[in-house]
């Protein structure tokens, strides 16, 4: 009996249509998100000497001063299948950091957070996410504005004999900040006090006899006890390497 080649075509592609959904669906049973946990659970641990102890929830949050950088060492356990780890917060987050950042079931990471140069305290919720996209506020590190401060950006300089136009930043958390006094070979340009900017000009170090010179910049702040910051522009001569 004759086939009908109209009949065979469908029934092949019907064939190859139902491999390709079994194929997807496998594919999607095999997918992490879907064998995330309804109730996910997290707990912390740190470790204390060669131990790892497990925290009480009500000490997983930091709080920290505003000084140098520092690391935290945790260890995790959830039952979530796959995570990440990242922070949230109001203004930028850049200053906490994790290693892995990312990690399966059971596992440890490292909080790393940054000196805080701004004015003012910040903070930032530490976020697990599922695989599913549900995600879990772990705890928040809270860090210190830091103390009365007087600090410029950059607050040193190097640069060649010609006569040129250079800038620097003032940052302060006092009530305010004056240049007192600068070395001959500079002339203060302009200052802007809202942004902190500063934009002062440097005569040629061309004449005979020349040698490399350093000058300075002085600012105080305006209220007491005074905090002073210098700022140093070393100036070469012609042809000093």
Not at 12 to 28: A, D, K, R
Not at 68 to 89: D, H, L, P, Q, R
Not at 227 to 238: A, D, F, H, R, V
Request: glycine residues 4%.
């Amino acid at each position: 009996m004759k086939l009908n080649t109209k009949n065979t075509f469908t029934i092949n592609t019907l064939i190859i249509l139902s491999i390709v959904f079994v194929n997807i669906f496998s594919s999607c049973s095999d997918d992490d998100s879907n064998k995330e946990p309804e109730n996910p659970y997290l707990e912390l641990g740190i470790r204390t000497n060669d131990n790892i102890d497990k925290m009480l929830p009500e000490d997983y949050s930091l709080t920290l001063g505003s000084g140098v950088s520092e690391s935290y060492y945790y260890f995790m356990y959830t039952n979530i299948e796959k995570w990440t780890i990242s922070a949230k917060g109001a203004t930028d987050i850049s200053w906490v950091k994790f290693w892995p950042s990312e990690g399966k079931k059971d596992g440890r990471f490292y909080l790393k957070t940054d000196e805080n140069q701004t004015l003012e305290e910040r903070k930032a919720d530490v976020i697990v996410t599922a695989s599913n996209g549900k995600e879990i506020t772990l705890f928040t590190v809270s860090q210190a504005a830091p103390a009365r401060t007087l600090w410029l950006s950059p607050k040193s300089k190097t640069v060649t004999y010609e006569k040129r136009l250079l800038t620097f930043s003032v940052n302060t958390n006092a009530l305010g900040w004056d240049i007192v006094s600068y070395d001959e070979g500079i002339t203060i340009i302009s200052v802007d006090k809202e942004t902190g900017k500063v934009v002062f000009e440097v005569s040629a170090n061309n004449a005979i006899g020349a040698t490399e010179r350093k000058l300075k910049i002085f600012i105080n702040t305006t209220d007491t006890p005074v905090l002073e910051q210098i700022y140093t522009l070393t100036q070469k001569y012609p042809n000093q390497p």
